[in-house]
């Protein structure tokens, strides 16, 4: 295997890495919207994209491994930098930081979308604690030990 090879494989994973970002700009406006459809939709389309990925990080692996040989103990990208030469490594070193810019920016997007489900989540949550009733769990009951029916009315009335 060659640096070439690294090099058309790092392509197809900044690509993918690419569309997922794309993928998750959508899914903050579809958070925004509320859309649980389309949430799922999006979602699924996004678990294609992360195994697509998974599966090129692990040819990836493989490619380093023996374009590093097992003398090599710190198997990464930097390295395999370090020892190509001429446009390969500059070409390498241009796809590094392509990968880790769009990398970061993932995760920044992924922050804000987890932020953004996290308050839909608190504010589905506080709804369903204004419609439905509570029961009063006072620390001090009836010392007979028998419970005394009150009436409670919320306003959602689940009666039929």
Avoid: W
């Avoid at 494989?9 to 993918?16: D, F, G, P, R, V």
């Avoid at 649980?36 to 996004?46: H, S």
């Avoid at 990208?77 to 030469?85: N, Q, R, V, Y």
């Amino acid at each position: 295997m060659s640096a070439e090879n690294l090099v058309v494989l790092l392509k197809k994973i900044l690509t993918l890495h690419q569309n997922l970002l794309k993928l998750s700009e959508r899914k903050t406006d579809i958070l925004k919207k509320g859309d649980i459809d389309a949430l799922n939709d999006q979602m699924k389309e996004e678990q294609k994209y992360i195994l697509a990925i998974k599966q090129l990080e692990n040819e990836r692996i493989a490619v380093v491994n023996q374009l590093l040989g097992p003398r090599v103990q710190d198997k990464t990208l930097s390295k395999c930098i370090e020892m190509a030469s001429g446009p390969v490594r500059l070409e390498l070193t241009g796809l590094h930081e392509e990968l880790v810019k769009v990398t970061h920016d993932l995760k920044v997007l992924n922050e804000l979308n987890q932020q953004l489900t996290h308050q839909s989540l608190q504010y589905v949550n506080m709804s369903l604690d204004m419609l439905l009733p509570q029961e009063q769990n006072a620390g001090y009951g009836n010392p007979a030990g028998t419970k005394e029916k009150k009436q409670t009315r919320s306003m959602f009335d689940s009666k039929a």
